[in-house]
């Protein structure tokens, strides 16, 4: 899962207006939910235990287990927040549900060709989900965006750093297809 920063007063997708909504699919809402537990069940009570053994030994100030302990405890919560406030405003997306599967949308497995003809093959996922290295692509992602509506077929300008790139896209896979 892609390291979405604890940036609690987040208004939406980076790059999108206010409101926009967090789609996620399934399989990432769950994995959130999953965490959450984890975290409020598991691990807080774990550290939150050996904050009070140190907390007894006395002398806080120069204490590493209590100290580190009490900065653990404030990522943990932290993190809970983040979550919290994230599947408050999620929207889950399933792609096995999709019936327009000619088409580029939410959850699609797209190949795409370079003019290099190399091909890469990309997930459209949500923002908390994606994971470049595993080919998982955020929604928001430039390439995501270009592609979104597409079909076989179909050319895309997609505007990299190194300047424009005419894609083309060869498949479209949907999960449960």
């Not at 920063?5 to 399934?26: I, R, S, V």
């Not at 002398?59 to 927040?81: F, P």
């Not at 919290?84 to 190949?111: H, N, Y």
Request: no cysteine; hydrophobic share 40%; aromatic share 6%.
């Amino acid at each position: 899962m892609a390291n979405a920063d604890e940036d609690d007063g987040e208004e939406g997708p980076p790059g999108l207006p206010p409101g926009t909504p967090f789609y996620m699919t399934p399989a990432g809402a769950t994995a959130l939910q999953a965490e959450m537990k984890r975290l409020w069940t598991e691990e807080r009570p774990k550290v939150v235990e050996v904050v009070s053994w140190a907390a007894s030994l006395g002398d806080r100030s120069e204490n590493a287990d209590y100290q580190y302990g009490k900065r653990r405890l404030r990522e943990i919560d932290r993190r809970v927040r983040f979550i919290t406030k994230r599947l408050e405003r999620v929207q889950v997306v399933d792609p096995t549900a999709q019936t327009r599967r000619d088409q580029v949308f939410f959850g699609a497995t797209v190949t795409y060709a370079r003019g290099d003809d190399s091909e890469v093959t990309i997930t459209i996922v949500g923002v908390d989900e994606a994971d470049p290295d595993r080919g998982s692509i955020s929604w928001v992602a430039p390439v995501a965006r270009a592609l979104l509506g597409k079909r076989v077929g179909d050319l895309v300008k997609l505007r990299t750093p190194a300047g424009a790139e005419e894609i083309e896209v060869v498949a479209i896979a949907y999960p449960g297809a």
